[in-house]
T-cell receptor, first 115, second 115 residues
């Protein structure tokens, strides 16, 4: 596609529920990143995929968070047993590769609200 | 670990005037990239300008330019002839050219344009 697409745009859920957030990167982009942006803060790194594999998942806060990218394109961020503190905007970005020179293109994010 | 600091939570400027946003960073690396991203209320992060650390010449993009001081680890953004559409959150970001290619963001500066 022309840009990075994220769905849903907004998600409201109850504490303890399971949530999936989807990211459709730019066609041909091998690198994909997930970030979390809490209110009034800068984006915080969660996980980076190069192709199908997670090259760096050091930013995932705990084992309730998991992400997959089975075919090296679309990625899904999965959050189990959601907590109120998980409320944030989840941003996805993609780039041609993981090299530092490659520019990240961001999607518009998915706003998650946990009641 | 690299850190990025933006010490101005909010800035305002009169339309058509010039404003400078500050950013400092900490790293032990010599090869890296620095970025300024703009985030309007639509949430999508938009790349404003990029600087390669090994280039001494400051990057410019139309009304946007940077003052990159490598020894001082300073990377400020100058916006000339400010326009109403420049109102947004501005984030400074660092990206290594070795190993982990994630972007590390500062906490942002909210820029208001006064008509």
């Amino acid at each position: 596609g022309a840009g990075v697409s994220q769905t849903p745009s907004n998600k409201v859920t109850e504490k303890g529920k399971y949530v999936e957030l989807r990211c459709d990167p730019i066609s041909g982009h091998t690198a994909l990143y997930w970030y979390r942006q809490s209110l009034g803060q800068g984006p915080e790194f969660l996980i980076y995929f190069q192709g199908t594999g997670a090259a760096d998942d050091s930013g995932l806060p705990n084992d309730r968070f998991f992400a997959v990218r089975p075919e090296g394109s679309v990625s899904t961020l999965k959050i189990q047993r959601t907590e109120r503190g998980d409320s944030a905007v989840y941003l996805c970005a993609s780039s041609l590769g993981g090299n530092g020179a490659n520019v990240l293109t961001f999607g518009a994010g998915s706003r998650l609200t946990v009641l | 670990a690299q850190t990025v600091t933006q010490s101005q939570p909010e800035m305002s400027v009169q339309e058509a005037e010039t404003v400078t946003l500050s950013c400092t960073y900490d790293t032990s690396e010599s090869d890296y990239y620095l970025f300024w991203y703009k985030q309007p209320p639509s949430r999508q992060m938009i790349l404003v300008i990029r600087q390669e650390a090994y280039k001494q010449q400051n990057a410019t993009e139309n009304r946007f330019s940077v003052n990159f001081q490598k020894a001082a680890k300073s990377f400020s953004l100058k916006i000339s002839d400010s326009q109403l559409g420049d109102a947004a959150m501005y984030f400074c970001a660092y990206r290594s050219n070795f190993g982990n290619e994630k972007l590390t963001f500062g906490t942002g500066t909210r820029l208001t344009i006064i008509p």
